[in-house]
């Protein structure tokens, strides 16, 4: 099974325990071993800066025009929860993730913030059993074919919603709390953005920043499709 894997990220491991690391979430090594530790997220800390320093250069040399700015925009997109989920889709990750009853239970293997973190280990696994090379022919297969040229993944959703309003004086736009659920370890927030104290959109999401940005982006296409 891990030999499917190994073929969809073309790439065989000489230490295929690095893979079996990466592979692990923390769910199912506190229930295995009661070892955090023993799980893929000292792999995704590393991954996370070799994913990072890749993307950097290529947008560096792909693009010697553009500002730091815009250069950062495009890296944090390209790295985002959302775009490695979908590079975690495409090689059918989450099939081959090793997670606890409650997390497998709980929809863990669809789970983008799950499937981004395995895609970083990924990452690190393949930098530390091929070197750098090894992590490269990975991200640019998968990662630096998706370049972003229109909207953003990671677009500030707020702010855009802001500058619209705007448009109109005497415009006041606020956002408020309208419920949250979940256990600790994986809370979902539920937030409402109100125009002049009227609901104009709901949203959902991990955290309030990100159920604020949803909460913008409905609000937007709303306001949009009023025009």
């Known amino acids: 099974m891990i030999k499917e894997l190994e073929d969809a990220i073309g790439y065989r491991f000489s230490n295929i325990s690095l893979l079996q690391n990466a592979l692990t979430h923390s769910s199912y090594a506190n229930e295995r071993w009661h070892n955090s530790a023993m799980s893929n997220e000292r792999l995704e800390f ?8 890749i993307v950097a250069e290529y947008l560096y040399k792909k693009f010697p025009d553009r500002p730091e700015g815009e250069l950062t925009r495009m890296r944090a997109d390209m790295v985002c929860e959302t775009s490695l989920a979908e590079v975690a889709a495409q090689i059918d990750l989450g099939r081959h ?3 606890g009853k409650g997390e497998e239970q709980g ?6 913030s799950i499937l981004a973190d395995a895609v970083e280990s990924v990452i690190a696994a393949s930098f530390l059993d091929g070197g750098a090379a090894a992590a490269e022919s990975f991200v640019r297969r998968f990662v630096l074919c998706k370049v972003p ?5 990671n677009e500030d959703y707020k702010t855009s ?3 619209l309003v705007q448009q109109k004086r005497n415009q006041v736009l606020s956002y408020r709390l309208a419920g949250e659920s979940g256990p600790d370890h994986d809370k979902h927030f ?5 125009l002049n104290g009227t609901v104009l959109g709901q949203g959902t999401g991990s955290s309030k920043k990100r ?4 909460a913008a982006r409905i609000a937007i296409t709303k306001l949009t499709e009023q025009k």
């Open 97 to 99: 993730l090793l997670l």
């Open 149 to 153: 040229v229109t909207r953003l993944h």
């Open 46 to 53: 590393l991954g996370d800066s070799v994913l990072g320093m």
């Open 190 to 194: 539920t937030v409402e953005v109100l």
């Open 211 to 214: 159920a604020e940005q949803d």
């Open 161 to 163: 919603l802001q500058e």
């Open 107 to 112: 929809g863990g293997r669809t789970r983008p």
